[in-house]
């Protein structure tokens, strides 16, 4: 079936370092791929998606790359900033009706 | 005002108690979702509705019924608490004339205690 994997978090990082958070999916056919954030207290929003191989997705400074053949989509940022402390989640769809389907979320702490 | 609002924030009840969690949305979308968030697992889906008179199961449906009272409320319920129902309940929204584009609305989140 279809699945995301996330590394384990929590991720603790100093302000202004590079962020990589690793993403892994196992689908049929070729889904859509998402990056979620959630900051304390609040739901979760989108952040970035790609909807096809090699596509970049980018927001906010994040940007993850739709790899179908290590079929990953790694977040990543070239400086952290203590604002983006959040849970960040991967997520897959398919069937075209917004199921989601997410990772288990990977917590991101930034120190300044 | 949240275009996604979520009812009540927190509750804490006992082991066999019916709850009601309620959602309302002000976007104008047609498609809502009841997630349940759990530590390590992500969130899973319980119940969508892609109308008032469509409504269907996810994955985690057992345990779990909704309501949708009109286009702008979806409301879940927990017909006899159990303590593993503990959890964060997010309701979420999407539009209609954008399959697959993944973009969903969430609220705040309810956090629901079973005692």
């Known amino acids: 079936g279809n699945s995301v994997t996330q590394m384990e978090g929590p991720v603790t990082l100093s302000e202004e370092a590079f962020l990589t958070i690793n993403c892994t999916y196992t689908?049929?056919?070729?889904?859509?791929l998402f990056w979620y954030v959630q900051y304390p207290g609040e739901g979760l929003q989108l952040l970035l998606k790609a909807t096809k191989a090699d596509d970049k997705g980018s927001n906010k400074g994040f940007e993850a790359t739709y790899r179908k053949e290590t079929t990953s989509f790694h977040l990543e940022k070239g400086s952290v900033q203590v604002s983006d402390s959040a849970v960040y989640f991967c997520?897959?769809?398919?069937?075209?009706?917004?199921?989601?389907?997410f990772g288990a979320g990977t917590r991101l702490a930034v120190h300044p | 005002d949240a275009d996604v609002t979520q009812t009540p924030r927190n509750r804490i009840t006992k082991t066999g108690k019916r709850i009601m969690l309620e959602c309302s949305q002000t976007k104008g979308h047609d498609r809502m979702y009841w997630y349940r968030q759990d530590p390590g697992l992500g969130l899973r889906l319980i119940y969508y509705?892609?109308?008032?008179?469509?409504?269907n199961k996810g994955e985690i449906s057992d345990g779990y019924s909704v309501s949708r009272q009109a286009q702008a409320k979806f409301s879940l319920s927990l017909e006899s608490a159990i303590p593993n129902q503990t959890a964060l309940y997010f309701c979420?929204?999407?539009?209609?004339?954008?399959?697959?584009?993944?973009?969903?609305?969430f609220g705040e989140g309810s956090r629901l205690t079973v005692l």
């Open positions: 997520a897959l769809s398919r069937g075209g009706y917004n199921k989601l389907i």
């Open positions: 689908a049929t056919g070729y889904p859509s």
């Open positions: 979420a929204t999407s539009e209609t004339d954008r399959p697959n584009t993944g973009e969903l609305f």
């Open positions: 509705s892609f109308d008032v008179k469509d409504i």
